[in-house]
Nanobody, 114 residues
C-alpha cells in the first residue's frame, strides 16, 4: 500500500508564494508519471502540472509561468512551487502518481485571499 503525505498548503495573500510537498512511502522512481491536480468548489479536478520519470514537465497553460513542478528521488518527494498566487488559485490541491493505477494524496487546501 502506497502512503502519500502532502504538506505546504494554507492561507496566503494575493501575490504570495507557497511550496506544496508530497512524500511517498515508496521510491518515486516507480512512477513513470506524477502530477499535481486541483479542485475548486463546484468544479472538476483539473491537472495543474505533471512530471515524467525522466523529468520532463507539462503545465496547464494558465499556470506555466507561475508554477514549477519538481521532484527529489532521494527524498521520494514531489513539489509544486507556486508564485504570484491569485484568488482564483484557491482550491484543494492533490498530488498524484501513476504506476499500474492512480495514487492520490489526501488533498490540502490552498486559499489565496487578502
Amino acid at each position: 500500500q502506497v502512503q502519500i503525505v502532502e504538506s505546504g498548503g494554507g492561507l496566503v495573500e494575493p501575490g504570495g508564494s507557497l511550496r506544496l510537498s508530497c512524500v511517498f512511502s515508496i521510491s518515486i522512481e516507480t512512477f513513470p508519471l506524477m502530477g499535481w491536480y486541483r479542485q475548486a468548489p463546484g468544479e472538476q479536478r483539473d491537472l495543474v502540472a505533471a512530471i515524467t520519470g525522466d523529468g520532463s514537465t507539462n503545465y496547464a497553460n494558465a499556470d506555466k509561468d507561475r508554477f514549477t513542478i519538481s521532484k527529489d528521488s532521494a527524498k521520494n518527494a514531489m513539489y509544486l512551487q507556486m508564485n504570484s498566487l491569485k484568488p482564483e488559485d484557491t482550491a484543494v490541491y492533490y498530488c498524484n502518481a501513476f504506476h499500474e493505477r492512480f495514487y492520490w494524496g489526501q488533498g490540502m487546501q490552498v486559499t489565496v485571499s487578502p
